[in-house]
C-alpha cells in the first residue's frame, strides 16, 4: 500500500518554464488536495477535489492548474513559473467524514 | 473564515520532561475536527492525533495528549517523556465537515539532550 505518491521530490525550473507536479493515491479516497509550504510557514490549500471531474480553487491557485481525470491521479500544473513559486508542494488525500490527511513526500520546486 | 493560531514559534524542552505547544483557533461550526500533525526534518506531514469536537473525552496516543478546551477554542498538544526523535516542527490544524484543513504557521520544538 504505497498511500499517497508524489513525483518529482525536486526540481528546478526556469522562470517562464511549465511543468507538471504529479500525485497518485490508491486508497480510493474521494478528496485529494494540493498545499503548498513556504519556508518557515504553515500549509496554504491551492486548488482541491472532491471526486473525479470536480475540482475547485483554495487559497492560493493563481499560476497553478489542476485536472482529476480519475480518482487515482490529481496532477498540478505550473505554467509560466516564478520565483514567487518556489516552495514545497504537497499533495494530500482523505476519506469521507472525520478522517485527517494523508499526505505525500512533498516536492521541493525551486524558480531561478 | 476560519483560522489557527500558533502564537509560539519556536519551543524548546529537556528530554525526558514533558512540553506544551499552543493552539487556538476561531470558528462558527459546532462539529468540527482538530488535528496535531509533525513534520520532521525528512518533511513527511505525521498525523500525531485528532480530537473531534463533539467528544468531550481529551484524545491520547500513548505520549501524546491534548488538552482540548471548546468553550475556548484552545487545542494544546502535550508531549511526555519527550525524546530526541520528538524533534520538528509541528502543526495544529483545523476541518469541518467536508471543508478543507486550514493550518497554523507551525512550532519549532528542539528537543535537548
Known amino acids: 500500500n504505497a498511500g499517497v505518491t508524489q513525483t518529482p521530490k525536486f526540481r528546478i525550473l526556469k522562470i517562464g518554464q511549465s511543468m507538471t507536479l504529479q500525485c497518485t493515491q490508491d486508497m480510493n479516497h474521494n478528496y485529494m488536495y494540493w498545499y503548498r509550504q513556504d519556508p518557515g510557514m504553515g500549509l496554504k490549500l491551492i486548488y482541491y477535489?472532491?471526486?473525479?471531474?470536480?475540482?475547485d480553487k483554495g487559497e492560493v491557485p493563481n499560476g497553478y492548474n489542476v485536472s482529476r481525470s480519475t480518482t487515482e491521479d490529481f496532477p498540478l500544473r505550473l505554467e509560466l513559473a516564478a520565483p514567487s513559486q518556489t516552495s514545497v508542494y504537497f499533495c494530500?488525500?482523505?476519506?469521507?467524514?472525520?478522517?485527517?490527511?494523508?499526505f505525500g513526500s512533498g516536492t521541493r520546486l525551486t524558480v531561478v | 473564515a476560519q483560522t489557527v493560531t500558533q502564537s509560539q514559534p519556536e519551543m524548546s524542552v529537556q528530554e525526558a520532561e514533558t512540553v506544551t505547544l499552543s493552539c487556538t483557533y476561531d470558528t462558527s461550526e459546532s462539529d468540527y475536527y482538530l488535528f496535531w500533525y509533525k513534520q520532521p526534518p525528512s518533511r513527511q506531514m505525521i498525523l500525531v492525533i485528532r480530537q473531534e469536537a463533539y467528544k468531550q473525552q481529551n484524545a491520547t496516543e500513548n505520549r501524546f495528549s491534548v488538552n482540548f478546551q471548546k468553550a475556548a477554542k484552545s487545542f494544546s498538544l502535550k508531549i511526555s517523556d519527550s525524546q530526541l526523535g520528538d524533534a520538528a516542527m509541528y502543526f495544529c490544524?483545523?476541518?469541518?465537515?467536508?471543508?478543507?484543513?486550514?493550518f497554523g504557521a507551525g512550532t519549532r520544538l528542539t528537543v535537548k539532550p
Open positions: 490544524a483545523y476541518r469541518s465537515d467536508d471543508n478543507d484543513m486550514r
Open positions: 477535489s472532491v471526486g473525479a471531474g470536480i475540482t
Open positions: 494530500a488525500s482523505r476519506m469521507t467524514g472525520r478522517y485527517g490527511y494523508t
